[in-house]
């Protein structure tokens, strides 16, 4: 009997993620109760009660919802450009010589310069924070894309030469199920790039948002509900990036195991 790939040993094995994470719970704890002073670090059961309060009161939810929508658009941005271009690039040398300076500039332009400069010259609105973040993840995703456009195997394009596919069936049947585990690899590295971002953007410039609550209660010099922002919305990553985007990556690569 062959072994178990990766995906299927994990599947069997559910209680791995739940024992580190109590793993992480008691580290805290033993962090708080040594340091002594809830002020500075409040055990996870003197932050569990502010959390129940603000979800109770639907601040909570109020502020993760405006912090989520953010993040899903830019997200949606920076994936269709930065395909697009990684796509362009991948598939014509010309191209690449063209657009890799601009690749190399973006790639090691601050994010905090990004998000300045789009406050400043386009103004503390929604526009300037979905661009703003967009404008960071856009190179990561085109890295990827680029990488997997000039690994497509040949054989396949020669095949749908043979049988005279057209360029809607070709990509739809030959270049995008070759591309989708790097569509995969570019989205779950990216949603959790872009979330960060968009944390100092709503630091920086937003009047709601996850962000936003955690400047609030930085000048409240607040640890416990800082905190209790920061992991509501880990939370709410984690659980995406559980049962939605792992789950997208083995499905994209599943042919390559067939």
Known sequence: MGSLSKPEADARQPWVPLLSLAGLLAGWSLLALA???????????????????ELASGELVRHLGATLARVLLAFV???????????????????????????????????????????????????????????????????????????????LEDMARVFRMDRGARLRHVIFPQLAPFFASAGRSGISLIWKIVLVVEFLGRGNGIGFQIHLYFQLFDVGMILVYALSFIAVMLAIETFVLRPWEARAARWRRV
């Open 77 to 155: 941005v920076a994936m269709s450009i930065g395909s697009a271009i990684g796509m362009i690039m991948g598939r014509s040398l010309r191209a690449d010589r063209w657009l890799d300076p601009w690749l190399i500039f973006f790639l090691n332009l601050p994010a905090l310069v990004t998000i300045v400069l789009c406050y400043l010259w386009i103004g503390l609105n929604e526009v300037a924070a979905i661009l703003a973040v967009a404008l960071n993840k856009i190179p990561t995703v085109v890295v990827t894309v680029r990488e997997g456009a000039r690994a497509l195997d040949p054989a």
């Open 35 to 53: 340091g002594g002073d809830p002020e500075l670090l409040p055990a996870p059961w003197q932050v569990a009660p502010l959390a129940v309060r």
